[in-house]
């Protein structure tokens, strides 16, 4: 593993998940089957998965001086994830529902970032000697967008690889993707960004096209229960996912694989041996319940990756 860091920058919010037959139409209320309150949030659960998975993680958030935020603290204490870059906020640390229906697994979210989206380009500035050294930068959109933006540009500067997940989901300005070296989005998250549907590979290999025509140097489309599809100047690529069991719960998945492909390239992997490795964390993390709990630890995934070899 690289004695660099594997820097993540992006959100915590605590997850409030509600396992449910049905989801309840407006003005219904409907008793559901259990609840859950964990760690969460898109950059937290990426940190979570690399450490798991064996790097040495350092995470730039912010956290309100509540329980959530406190919450966040332990969790990180008990990964060994660094917090030096966790800056105080006055604002309330953010939270999400989950909707899980309990009988696929699948999930709906609403988030509210709270204080992490208070994170400012400025602050950023301000951890520059910790980007500069990383192995590789990871963001994602929980953020604000110029914030996202800086922290890309910032670490390209330092020519840091740099990982952009594209999630939640939005139109970008063109002006970020020539400051990505890896992006990351799912199939409705790749819609977002470039109007095309994927349905097939085909609609996959002409939706990464776009991305690095704006600049991208490698695109890695999630494909759930389907793998990952990756390209670049070089390689075009469909990788498939892994068995590691029954589904339980897909929330954090997506998560599980950008943590683990981050991981996989600090190591020195290239594209398609690194996404092999994320759809391997990816593919653990649904065989259990949870977002940050879910994420499995090395010794799995290279159990895993050595039975499927």
Partial sequence: MSTKFVTVMGSF??????????????????????????????????????????????????????????????????????????????????????????????????????????LTPEEVDQMQDLIADSAIFITQLELALPTVEHG??????????????????????????PYCDYVTPNETEMESLTGIAVRTQSDAERAADVLLRLGVRNVVITLGAHGAFVKNAITTAYVPAYDAGPVVETTGAGDAFNGGL??????????????????????LSVTRLGTAPSMPFREEVDALLLKNK
């Fill in 152 to 177: 890309l540009k910032l670490a390209h500067s330092h020519r840091v690889p740099t990982i952009l997940n594209p999630a939640p989901g939005c139109k970008l300005p063109e002006s970020i993707f």
């Fill in 13 to 118: 919010v605590a997850d409030l998940a509600f396992r449910t037959n049905k989801l309840p139409a407006w003005g219904e209320t409907f008793m559901g089957n259990s609840f859950q309150l964990g760690p969460g949030g898109k950059g937290s659960n990426q940190a979570v998965a690399a450490a798991r998975a064996g790097a040495k993680v350092s995470f730039i958030s912010k956290l309100g001086q509540d329980p959530f935020g406190d919450l966040a603290r332990i969790t990180y204490q008990k990964e060994g994830i660094d917090t030096r870059y966790l800056l105080p906020c006055d604002t309330a640390t953010g939270a999400a529902a989950i909707l899980i229906d309990a009988q696929t697994g699948e999930n709906s979210i609403i988030v509210v970032p709270g204080a992490c989206f208070q």
């Fill in 262 to 283: 981050a991981v996989a390239l600090a190591e020195g992997a290239g594209l398609l041996q690194a996404a092999r490795f994320g759809c391997a964390v990816a593919a």
